[in-house]
């Protein structure tokens, strides 16, 4: 029951942060195409999508660390599900890819703030988020793929 409550949360977040991450690319790359200032929206929007990751990254460290029946005999024998696509997917690339996308967006962030400009604080965050928001969707699941999830988990 919390592991199913946990993956649907899971799953539904992942809509919150492509939405966030893409109002905060198209607000970053006007203001830095147009040299708008710098606004406290323009800072909350970013919160709001590293916040954002952040919560996905924790719920999925919950179901990765604690919850998740695949992960553990993934981990256990990493070496002989490394061949299996979908094994290595969950036990790997996936953790990676949507870390190394929060750090990207982190780091962008706080560049962002440290920026003396409204057009280099703008232009910093448009492509930390570009980068984050390009790591996050080669990172997702998608049902296309052998190892898919579907794009709305019911309950």
Same mark, same amino acid.
């Given at each position: 029951?919390?592991?199913?409550?946990?993956?649907?949360?899971?799953?539904?977040?992942?809509?919150?942060? +492509? &939405? $966030? =991450? !893409?109002?905060?690319? %198209?607000?970053?790359?006007?203001?830095?195409?147009?040299?708008?200032?710098?606004?406290? /929206?323009?800072?909350?929007?970013?919160?709001?999508?590293?916040?954002?990751?952040?919560?996905? +990254? &924790? $719920? =999925? !460290?919950?179901?990765? %660390?604690?919850?998740?029946?695949?992960?553990?005999?993934?981990?256990?024998?990493?070496? /002989?599900?490394?061949?299996?696509?979908?094994?290595?997917?969950?036990?790997?690339?996936?953790?990676?890819?949507?870390? !190394?996308?929060?750090? %990207?967006?982190?780091?962008?962030?706080?560049?962002?703030?440290?920026?003396?400009?409204?057009?280099?604080?703008?232009?910093?965050?448009?492509?930390?988020?570009?980068?984050?928001?390009?790591?996050?969707?080669?990172?997702?699941?998608?049902?296309?793929?052998?190892?898919?999830?579907?794009?709305?988990?019911?309950?």
């Amino acid at each position: 029951m919390i592991y199913s409550t946990v993956l649907l949360l899971h799953s539904w977040l992942r809509w919150a942060v +492509l &939405l $966030l =991450g !893409l109002a905060t690319l %198209v607000r970053s790359a006007r203001g830095w195409m147009q040299r708008r200032p710098w606004t406290a /929206a323009d800072r909350k929007l970013g919160a709001a999508f590293v916040g954002s990751l952040d919560l996905q +990254l &924790l $719920l =999925g !460290l919950v179901l990765y %660390v604690a919850l998740s029946p695949v992960t553990p005999k993934s981990l256990a024998a990493l070496k /002989a599900a490394m061949p299996i696509p979908a094994l290595r997917f969950f036990a790997v690339e996936h953790v990676f890819g949507m870390v !190394l996308a929060l750090v %990207v967006a982190h780091i962008a962030s706080a560049r962002a703030k440290r920026a003396s400009d409204p057009t280099a604080r703008h232009r910093r965050m448009a492509l930390g988020v570009l980068f984050a928001l390009l790591i996050v969707l080669a990172a997702i699941p998608w049902p296309s793929l052998p190892h898919g999830r579907p794009l709305l988990r019911l309950p």
